[in-house]
């Protein structure tokens, strides 16, 4: 894939290019000037990179989800080593052969890995039991009969054995590698693995700059009163053992700032967005998680998207509707399904020239109940093709892989994209689509997506829940005028243009590194380097009509 600098070859340089480069410079610079000789080191459960084994040879490849596409944004803009679980036993095998440390290539860029190493029934139960069984379904309003967590003597062995002992690990190991640094280091905890780690920490490193960000929703306090007392707690004030906790949108701020009222009774400077814990006072912030438009569109015009791509115009009806979307409940994909099916029989006049094209990776498929949700979903789509199918006409495909070549194939040819999810901590389908359609897209937004901050307005939003309104949502967007459709996606690229994954790194590392020191809290100051023939955009720029 062709990097940024590549990616500028043509001029002037694609706004979207110029944008991602400028940004990414204001990243390195603050890297340069605001660490002032700190180390920093990143953890998360799943590492930037996957080993396996190739004729004998052990190979590596980047590792999945958007979480490490995201952080890998800071490799090459700041020295970095990062931290994950040995997934593997090849993962562990590895680490143990190069002393706990593996140097990996990442986009180009070096840096040092090191893996802890929980026994497989410490991980099955963090991962499995708590993780998510517990916190994922909890934090995406998932609350069927079959899901609600049991405290059984179970479910408590698996929160002391499993999620509190990796947590611990993983605090151990950090501490390990920093212990002698001559500056206190900078710790960045990635997602809801990790939730006990940041104030592990903070009793070994009291001068510790420490961050967690949750890449997933947080509910209201309510929610959080599925769990026994001591284990919210726990949760809670592990977490406020940082200096900064950070959340994709304000909701979820005010959300994590109600709870520590609610269920702490802790004071809380709302407007400040501060708790005060003690003689401390943790900043509580949003940075909207992003993508990286340079290298996306430099993926959407390589020969391997565009020969997909070729097959699927062959194919393809006058419009075509796609939805990306693991096959986890909390992408909401069977509910879709149902609102296609109620589309059709309200406007049959749309038999025939539609189809619903569904690019679907297979979800946690050990688990019964990701497996049933698959079967149940396979069913529904051939129950929906049986009985309104024509000759010539199939309503809904499916490709139950991750194709990521694939998607983005699809990604640039859709009439009408669905992200309808019951929850979402961002959603950055509904951020890829707009940068790359060639086609001026509408955008069908679930209204409990963290995205729905940014491009609500130019989008097309619904209740997730509701069928009949996203079924009208699909006719809405199949009949929007030209004029209509061209400044939505217009609007919507301009936001995404104004907000790169760059920028989501840069405003974390200022406000754990500048703002502090500047009397400034909560500063989200902004300057790009300066980029020849590239407008730099604030993020709170309005996009008018």
């Not at 053992?241 to 979820?252: E, M, T």
């Not at 406007?347 to 025939?352: D, L």
């Not at 309104?388 to 006409?393: K, T, V």
Request: proline residues 6%; aromatic residues 8%.
């Amino acid at each position: 894939m062709r990097n940024v600098e590549e990616a500028l070859g043509a001029s002037p340089p694609d706004p979207m290019v110029a944008a991602a480069l400028a940004q990414r410079a204001a990243l390195k610079r603050l890297c340069g000037e605001g660490l002032d000789g700190r180390r920093l080191i990143i953890a998360s459960n799943r590492g930037p990179v996957e080993f396996f084994e190739r004729d004998g040879q052990v190979a590596q490849r980047k590792g999945q989800g958007g979480l490490v596409t995201a952080i890998s944004a800071m490799i090459g803009s700041c020295e970095t080593h990062w931290v994950a679980a040995a997934m593997t036993p090849l993962d562990a095998r590895i680490a143990r052969q190069h002393g706990g440390r593996v140097h990996v290539e990442v986009n180009g860029h070096g840096l040092d890995v090191s893996f802890v190493n929980p026994t497989r029934t410490q991980y099955a139960r963090f991962y499995d039991q708590v993780s998510n069984a517990v916190l994922w379904f909890l934090q995406h309003n998932i609350t069927n009969p079959p899901i609600h967590p049991t405290f059984d003597q179970s479910l408590w062995e698996a929160w002391e054995d499993g999620y509190v002992a990796v947590n611990r690990l993983f605090a151990e190991h950090l501490a390990t590698l920093t212990e002698h640094d001559d500056v206190p280091p900078v710790f960045m905890i990635h997602d809801y693995h990790l939730y006990l780690v940041p104030g592990m920490l903070r009793q070994r490193f009291p001068n510790a700059l420490i961050q967690h960000f949750t890449h997933i929703a947080w509910p209201a306090s309510d929610a959080w009163r599925q769990l026994p007392g001591p284990i919210r707690e726990s949760i809670m004030t592990h977490l406020l053992g940082c200096d900064v906790v950070g959340f994709h949108c304000k909701r979820y701020v005010n959300n994590f700032l109600t709870t520590c009222v609610e269920l702490l009774g802790l004071p809380v400077d709302f407007e400040a967005r501060e708790v005060i814990v003690g003689d401390r006072r943790v900043q509580v912030r949003h940075y909207p998680i992003s993508i990286d438009p340079a290298a996306l569109l430099a993926l959407a015009d390589s020969p391997t998207v565009r020969r997909i791509e070729a097959k699927i115009m062959a194919k393809r009806p006058p419009h075509l509707i796609v939805q990306v979307a693991r096959t986890d409940p909390s992408k909401n994909i069977l509910r879709s399904f149902h609102a296609y099916e109620h589309f059709l029989d309200q406007w049959p006049e749309w038999r025939g020239r539609v189809q619903m094209l569904g690019l679907l990776p297979l979800s946690r498929q050990t688990t019964e109940l990701y497996k049933e949700y698959v079967d149940e979903l396979l069913q529904v789509a051939d129950r929906i093709n049986r009985e309104s199918g024509e000759p010539g006409w199939q309503p809904i495909a499916l490709f139950l892989e991750n194709d990521y070549p694939r998607a983005i194939a699809a990604l640039k040819n859709y009439d009408v994209l669905v992200v309808n999810s019951i929850a979402d901590g961002m959603n950055l389908v509904a951020k890829e689509g707009p940068v790359v359609n060639r086609r001026a897209g509408a955008l069908i937004l679930s209204e409990s997506a963290g995205a729905v901050d940014e491009l609500g307005e130019a989008s097309l939003v619904v209740n997730p829940f509701d069928l009949v309104g996203t079924a009208q949502a699909f006719h809405d967007a199949l009949t929007m005028r030209p004029a209509e459709r061209s400044w939505a996606h217009a609007a919507q690229r301009e936001a995404i243009r104004a907000n790169t994954i760059y920028r989501w790194a840069h405003d974390q590392l200022y406000d754990l590194l500048v703002a502090p020191a500047s009397g400034m809290p909560g500063a989200v100051t902004f300057i790009p380097a300066t980029v020849e023939g590239a407008a730099a955009t604030s993020a709170t720029e309005e996009v008018n009509p």
